[in-house]
């Protein structure tokens, strides 16, 4: 299979307002989520549409039913089936999503469900960060090539990509000209650059987050907030000048 090595930015975006400001900033993909403050979550269809209708983007859109971790009940897994197909069907370009078992170790026939669905509708598989939770980073790799997974979104095992960078230049070296490896979480236009000289890799996400205050969050009792001082009555967005920044550098 031909691999991608031409230079991709892809914005980490959690609603229509974020993918605009994304193809405002010159992005060429997005992963489209609901949630970013839980890690990310399948978005609404509405998102989706919009997005489609509005802009150029090729949207990666996120199958994940809940915040936490990555094993999933019977019940869960039925919601991501059915979300899977909707999105494709209502044109995503393809599916980010990640299937593990108790052990740490990829679902193999979870997964294996989710890639069929893609690849019906012609569309890019993407195992997500449930990758940075595996035991063995390197035959979980060879189990997804072997899947037929398109792309693997990773950090190197570490909280922040430019600390697991030793890793992601090595999967890059033993992998990169099987399946495409997108280095996230902390990339920025200050990085970037750095992270693919380093590693050989041509793709980075990043959230190029800002923040919006919306002065309803908290009343004279109660409170909304999910994010800490001083952004208490804020909301996390995509900055449409990050963006600009980022791709500029690239």
């Known amino acids: ?24 900033g010159g992005a060429g993909r997005i992963e489209l989520n609901s949630a970013l403050h839980l890690g990310g979550l399948t978005p609404s269809l509405g998102t989706l549409l919009l997005t489609k209708k509005n802009t150029e983007l090729r949207v990666i ?56 669905i893609i690849k019906e509708y012609k569309g890019e598989a993407v195992f997500h960060r449930a990758f940075d939770c595996v035991q063995d980073p390197y035959q979980t790799m060879e189990k997804l090539i072997e899947m037929g997974v398109t792309r693997v979104l990773t950090s190197g ?36 650059k750095e992270m693919m000289e380093k590693t050989g890799i041509s793709q980075v996400h990043s959230s190029c987050k800002g923040w919006l205050c919306d002065p309803t969050t908290t009343g004279p009792e109660v409170s909304y907030a999910y994010a800490a ?13 990050l963006v600009k920044k980022l791709v500029a550098r690239i």
């Open 1 to 24: 299979m031909g691999i991608n090595m031409e230079k991709v930015i892809e914005i980490c975006c959690g609603s229509y307002e974020d993918a605009l400001a994304a193809y405002h």
């Open 61 to 116: 859109a996120m199958v994940r039913p809940r915040g936490a971790g990555f094993c999933y009940s019977a019940a869960e897994f039925e919601v991501m089936k059915a979300d899977a197909r909707l999105l494709m069907e209502n044109g995503a370009d393809g599916l980010a999503f990640g299937c593990l078992d108790k052990e740490g170790n990829v679902d193999e026939s979870q997964t294996q469900e989710i890639i069929d």
């Open 157 to 192: 095992q570490k909280a922040k990509a430019m600390d697991g960078m030793e890793l992601i230049a090595d999967l890059q070296k033993k992998y990169g000209d099987r399946i495409e490896l997108l280095a996230g979480s902390g990339m920025n236009a200050d990085n970037a």
């Open 229 to 241: 001082e001083p952004h208490e009555n804020d909301y996390d967005v995509v900055d449409e000048n």
